[in-house]
């Protein structure tokens, strides 16, 4: 009996499934019917409302997914396959270099695109981050994320380096500097300086002219000093004995927060929220953001909003898109989810510059963000492989050293590595 | 149900319709097997087919993903692969952790369903347990086994620190590493495996058993000679699988990686498997030529592994 | 019946599925407590009262119950097709005989072998290009066979079937359907009963295909639970609350199941 009623209940669910597959059409009307995909937290829910709400003859679709390394997996299958992307797909800057790689499959927004998305809205290096080799407008900058140093104030106190905000300037004049007061505070206490080496790295590698390219797609992973320099300096670091070697976002390193594990890191404008949630409430008021940033600043993350080829109303899309990143709707979508907007304008506006985060040791963290995404210049050229390289070749390379190889074998690992990715 | 849509055979009483009743009959024994393979075949053709001769054409082209211009190179793609260390390196991981998860799988999950098959209160109950870890979602999962086998904060390091053993680094080191993936393995797995054993050691007829206990056969006695050699097309059923299943590994050791997402299979590739060079080929490197034949390398490989257990496990079964 | 077994069975069976238990219960007491324990030495071993309040927000983030029904649909109409057509071709497979059998079965244990990582471009070309994409039938229909469940039935059959049973039902002139309606699928019970269960896990806990494959709007338990992770920081306690949550219908279906699971297999050859 209870067979027959089990055989019952799956022969009507899948009864149920055909039903509900076939009654999803479109529905026949004139509107035109846009979707975009976003990843993480992008704060357009109400903005997207608004909207339809002003243009009645438009209908917005959004299709989420959690996080970034999905949601580009998604991406490229598509692209692949030559169909099912959304009008608007967003980007994020880890996959820029992947994406402008086919940036033949985009649309150049600055054809398509309002002219009132001109370069000016931008901070420069957004804007031409942007931009394809060939250079076609393949994206919009919707948001930012500048660079900082956080610090424990207590742990920085206990050996007797400076904590306050003045007296860290000093210490993250610039690298060197850095480092140097690492092997202090490691001599001190016995406890490592930073948590990962790879973020480090990576901050200093994204403030040089060149990178891992030149401007014409020549890999110069082996040739371009600064490299070298950058992996050196790190791998000192590591044999100092400064870092905490725990892998960025992993499970350790979340619990590396709460056991105060390491003095510094490096703190993106988004990265604040999870400092909080993963040092817990009983680290409140020993964390601190410097205005300071080694040798400059820096961005980590971010994205765009691109116009595939695919989509069948590109111009409705890039309106959208260009509607999307205006000033005045970062600003709203910063104020409901927190992504630090890359608009000129927005950087001005007293809703940012008057954030305050009462975690942190000193809560004025929106106006000192945005004077140090003011502080960048230029965006360093990516080639084609960069982000593999960065991600795949340069951050396994890297935690192999602090896994106990040594810098020389690792730095051969990573240029072994970076010409396979390159091929 | 669709059953009833294929050729039933009704009962007609009048002479002259016997001769037409045989030929149906006839047409039943021949077409039959055919109608009841055809389903299986029909969908592969649709859903499997294409991709397969598709990964098979890429194969020969330098093909990036994406790419509207894929330069023809042959067998380029297989000689490269040929000489690709970062292969090799895979294909012994692969058989590494495949070695270290199989052997003992097959083993326990026998051992558990003759447990399983004994006269237990809580029967159900019994069975249904060993299958728990299937249930696990991968997320579970990842989570699970990441904060085991933390390096730092790990469970199984707290409790090897606290015998004095001391931490071991499950990321870093290789032969660890695979250890540890294998126990992720053999977690879902082993319950599994021995359900399938114990439906297997169900279906002997009690007859037989209960001849040789009459003619004085101890247990293991009777399980070495009457269950196992009954068992045969079971084990050969799961030998198969699991070798098929433990070359193609890639779930546990993509999830192991302290970098969420990574698919590089550690810090030097110490954990990378075949299938997560693949898929690091194709999806992050975006090489789908060399990926696609990196794809029929290993189906090669499992073919000739899963042909080598055959005989030897018929050998073994015997 | 034989006799009941000894204290030693009892313990080692209690102690392989503690093994087996405790990881997931784990994942059960994180959010019953709170991140918190993540970092402790010694986790507790009795659930605190959290669950709830995470399970709710689990609720107010996600559209739990559109995807559970979404799944529910997707895995059960794979596990039924599943179970369908691998017993009838398992049984044909077993016992009877046709030209090219050998050959064919061949070729089913063959597909197996094939990494199926990157079929997933071609497959989702051909999804949209039946205009399937999006549509929950891009799930089902990739997945209506399984070479798996074929070679296992198969495999099955060959044992639990005696020949002489069917050598005598032919002779007194009965039909191959109702040979094997009658003889094949009662014995058969407890196979298809294990390997509808797994077919339903194992499509229960798919990802990467309904990711491709599916709206997501209209999304799979596993796509929704995704989205819990949105952001920068990984609130375990709450992935950990979506994930107990979603294999509440797979304990369901445990109980529901179980008892084929134990149905001896004599009945169903008796009563052919």
Redesign the interface.
């Known amino acids: 009996m209870r067979q027959r009623l089990l055989a019952t209940a799956i022969a009507t669910a899948v009864v149920a499934g055909l039903v509900t597959a076939c009654g999803a059409g479109d529905a026949a009307d004139s509107k035109i019917h846009l979707t975009i995909a976003t990843f993480g937290e992008f704060g357009y829910e109400d903005l997207l409302k608004q909207y339809q709400t002003e243009h009645p003859n438009i209908v917005v679709t959004q299709h989420k997914v959690g996080q970034a390394a999905p949601h580009h997996k998604e991406l490229f299958t598509k692209l692949a396959a030559g169909s099912g992307l959304d009008d608007v797909e967003a980007i994020e800057e880890g996959y820029r270099a992947q994406v402008m790689a086919k940036a033949d499959k985009f649309n150049d927004l600055s054809k398509i695109g309002p002219a009132d998305a001109g370069p000016d809205r931008w901070l420069p290096w957004k804007y031409e981050g942007g931009k394809s080799k060939d250079g076609k407008l393949i994206g919009y900058g919707t948001d930012i994320g500048p660079l900082a140093m956080c610090y424990r104030t207590d742990l920085l106190q206990t050996a007797g380096l400076p904590s306050d905000p003045d007296g860290v300037k000093a210490l993250f004049s610039s690298w060197q500097s850095y480092f140097d007061a690492g092997k202090t505070y490691v001599q001190k206490t016995g406890k490592p300086w930073f948590d990962t080496s790879t973020q480090i790295f990576n901050a200093m590698h994204n403030q040089h002219d060149v990178g891992y390219y030149d401007q014409n797609d020549n890999l110069v992973v082996a040739t371009n000093p600064d490299i070298k320099k950058d992996w050196d300096a790190v791998t000192q670091a590591i044999a100092d004995k400064e870092s905490a070697k725990l892998v960025s976002f992993g499970n350790e390193w979340q619990a590396g927060f709460k056991t105060s594990a390491f003095a510094t890191t490096v703190c993106p404008a988004w990265m604040l929220g999870s400092i909080e949630q993963n040092s817990g409430p009983d680290n409140k008021g020993k964390w601190a953001v410097s205005s300071a940033f080694p040798d400059g600043g820096g961005n980590w993350g971010g994205s765009y909003l691109t116009v595939p080829l695919q989509s069948k109303h590109p111009k409705e899309a890039a309106e959208l898109a260009a509607w999307l990143t205006a000033p005045q709707q970062q600003i709203k979508a910063f104020v409901a989810k927190g992504p630090f907007p890359s608009q000129v304008q927005a950087l001005q506006s007293p809703e940012l510059l008057n954030t305050t985060n009462a975690y942190f040791a000193d809560p004025k963290t929106g106006a000192l963000y945005a004077d140090l995404a003011k502080k960048l210049t230029k965006a360093q050229y990516k080639g084609p492989a960069d982000g593999q390289i960065q991600d795949d070749v340069f951050a396994p390379a890297l935690q192999a050293v602090e896994q106990g190889k040594s810098a020389a074998d690792g730095w051969q690992q990573a240029v072994a590595g970076a010409q396979k990715a390159a091929k | 149900?669709?059953?009833t849509r294929?050729?039933?055979?009704r009962p007609e009483a009048t002479a002259p319709v016997v001769a037409r009743r045989d030929r149906l009959?006839k047409l039943?024994?021949?077409v039959?097997?055919?109608l009841?393979?055809a389903?299986?075949?029909a969908?592969?053709a649709?859903?499997?087919m294409?991709?397969?001769l598709?990964?098979a054409y890429v194969s020969l082209f330098d093909w990036r993903?994406?790419d509207?211009t894929a330069k023809f190179v042959g067998v380029g793609n297989y000689t490269e692969l040929l000489a690709d260390p970062?292969f090799w390196n895979a294909l012994v991981n692969t058989i590494s952790i495949f070695l270290l998860s199989s052997v003992p799988q097959v083993i326990?999950a026998i051992a558990?369903a003759v447990?399983?098959n004994?006269?237990?209160?809580l029967?159900?109950g019994?069975?249904?347990?060993?299958?728990?870890?299937?249930?696990?979602?991968?997320?579970?999962v990842g989570?699970?086994?990441?904060?085991?086998f933390?390096?730092?904060?790990?469970?199984v390091n707290?409790v090897l620190d606290f015998v004095g053993i001391g931490k071991i680094?499950w990321?870093?080191d290789r032969l660890a590493s695979h250890l540890a993936i294998a126990t992720m393995v053999d977690?879902r797995w082993t319950?599994?495996n021995a359900?399938?054993v114990l439906?297997?050691m169900?279906?002997?007829?009690?007859e037989l058993n209960e001849a040789a206990l009459i003619d004085g056969a101890g247990p293991w006695r009777r399980f070495t000679s009457i269950t196992l050699p009954?068992l045969r097309?079971?084990v050969?059923?799961v030998v198969?699988?699991s070798t098929?299943g433990g070359l193609?590994i890639?779930t546990e050791p993509k999830l192991f990686s302290?970098?969420?997402?990574?698919?590089?299979g550690?810090?030097?590739?110490q954990f990378q498997t075949v299938?997560l060079y693949?898929?690091?080929s194709?999806?992050?490197?975006?090489q789908?030529g060399y990926?696609?034949a990196i794809?029929w390398m290993?189906?090669l490989v499992?073919?000739l592994a899963?042909i080598g257990n055959y005989f030897i496990t018929r050998r073994l079964s015997r | 019946m034989t006799r009941r077994p000894g204290f030693l069975v009892y313990g080692l069976l209690i102690a392989f599925i503690l093994g087996s238990v405790f990881p997931l219960y784990w994942s059960f007491l994180v959010p019953s407590h709170g991140n918190d324990i993540l970092t402790d030495k010694v986790p507790p071993l009795l659930p605190g009262g959290n669950f709830l309040s995470n399970a709710q927000q689990v609720l107010d983030t996600i559209p739990f119950w559109h995807a559970m029904v979404n799944s529910v649909i997707v895995s059960g109409s794979v596990a039924l097709s599943v179970v369908v057509f691998s017993t009838l071709a398992g049984f044909a497979f077993a016992k009877l005989r046709f030209k090219g059998s050998n050959v064919l079965f061949v070729l089913v244990v063959l597909t197996m072998a094939v990494p199926t990582q990157l079929g997933i471009i071609p497959l989702y070309m051909a999804m949209s290009e039946f205009g399937w994409a999006g549509h929950l039938q891009a799930v089902i229909v990739p997945n209506l066979v399984s070479a798996f469940g074929v070679f296992w039935m198969r495999q099955y059959l060959a044992d639990a079937v005696p020949s002489e049973l069917i050598e005598a039902a032919r002779s007194d002139g009965c039909s191959m359907i109702r040979i094997f309606w009658h003889v094949a699928v009662p014995a058969a019970r407890p196979a298809a009963a294990m390997l509808g269960l797994f077919t339903f896990m194992q499509s229960w806990n798919d990802f990467l295909w309904p990711l491709i494959a599916l709206d997501q709007n209209n999304p799979t338990i596993q796509l929704a639970l995704e989205q819990l992770q949105a952001g920068y920081y990984v609130n375990y306690a709450l992935v950990l609350a979506g994930t107990t949550l979603a294999t509440i219908p797979i304990f369901l279906l445990f109980v529901a199941v179980g008892r084929q699971l134990v149905a001896g297999i004599m009945q169903g050859a008796v009563k052919g």
């Open positions: 149900m669709t059953l294929l050729p039933a055979r009959d039943d024994l021949k039959s097997p055919y009841y393979v389903p299986f075949f969908v592969f649709l859903v499997g294409f991709p397969l598709y990964t993903l994406g509207d970062q326990v558990v447990l399983l004994t006269n237990l209160r029967r159900t019994f069975r249904m347990g060993v299958l728990v870890p299937y249930v696990a979602s991968l997320v579970a989570i699970i086994f990441g904060n085991l933390g390096v730092n904060y790990g469970l707290s680094d990321q870093a977690w319950g599994y359900l399938i439906a297997a169900q279906a002997i007829p009690p009954m097309p079971t050969i059923f198969i699988t098929i193609q890639f302290a970098m969420p997402g990574s698919d590089t550690g810090s030097t590739n299938t693949l898929y690091q194709a999806f992050d490197n975006q789908l990926a696609s794809a290993l189906f499992i073919v899963a």
